[in-house]
T-cell receptor
Framework: EDKVVQSPLSLVVHEGDTVTLNCSYEVTNFRSLLWYKQEKKAPTFLFMLTSSGIEKKSGRLSSILDKKELSSILNITATQTGDSAIYLCAVEAYNTPLVFGKGTRLSVIA | ETGVTQSPTHLIKTRGQQVTLRCSSQSGHNTVSWYQQALGQGPQFIFQYYREEENGRGNFPPRFSGLQFPNYSSELNVNALELDDSALYLC?????????????FGPGTRLLVL
């Protein structure tokens, strides 16, 4: 059975800190790994990763995939209170739907 | 805002009742996927519709059923509601069912079953 595990499940940091969120997966016929940010209801798309070792960056957020280790990390530098959210990792395999992890709840305090 | 809308936003039902949730996909998108997100969990795939046909189903019982209309909007129907059906129901639309086409999520319908 396909599985996605995220760690930590929750995290509290101070504004300005750098955080690293982890995602590991066990999937047959891996196709892509996606990161989403969920603040209130709708998850919003952050990154899609398909190739190992290539960092994707958007502002203070960056992510990289390690296909050998079957994992990905999401980094957020200089955190702000607006970064407080649940960060979801999802993996897609060929001909199967997205499998999500439970998410990491990040709280950034001023 | 992704252009994906869902209705209603909140709903309270009692055990045994039936519910219909609705989703309008983003313009130009022909694929709608439905997910159930229980409290403290990630979204779980229910099923996907592509051009009005079911195109994959997750591990949900037959009392979860769906429809997609010619305008690509979609409905999720749940019969014989159980307490464990209480969750946030999300729909996501994409231009096709392929991974390289990003799925855009709607704001969800929060269902409470008493």
């Amino acid at each position: 059975e396909d599985k996605v595990v995220q760690s930590p499940l929750s995290l509290v940091v101070h504004e300005g800190d750098t955080v690293t969120l982890n995602c590991s997966y066990e999937v047959t016929n891996f196709r892509s790994l996606l990161w989403y940010k969920q603040e209130k209801k709708a998850p919003t798309f952050l990154f899609m990763l398909t190739s190992s070792g290539i960092e994707k960056k958007s502002g203070r957020l960056s992510s990289i995939l390690d296909k050998k280790e079957l994992s990905s990390i999401l980094n957020i530098t200089a955190t702000q209170t607006g970064d407080s959210a649940i960060y979801l990792c999802a993996v897609e395999a060929y001909n199967t739907p997205l499998v999500f992890g439970k998410g990491t709840r990040l709280s950034v305090i001023a | 805002e992704t252009g994906v809308t869902q209705s209603p936003t909140h709903l309270i039902k009692t055990r045994g009742q039936q519910v219909t949730l609705r989703c309008s996909s983003q313009s130009g998108h022909n694929t709608v996927s439905w997910y159930q997100q229980a409290l403290g969990q990630g979204p779980q795939f229910i099923f996907q519709y592509y051009r009005e046909e079911e195109n994959g189903r997750g591990n949900f019982p037959p009392r979860f059923s769906g429809l997609q209309f010619p305008n690509y909007s979609s409905e999720l129907n749940v019969n014989a509601l159980e307490l464990d059906d209480s969750a946030l129901y999300l729909c996501a639309s994409s231009a096709s069912g392929r991974a390289e086409e990003t799925q855009y999520f709607g704001p969800g319908t929060r269902l409470l079953v008493l």
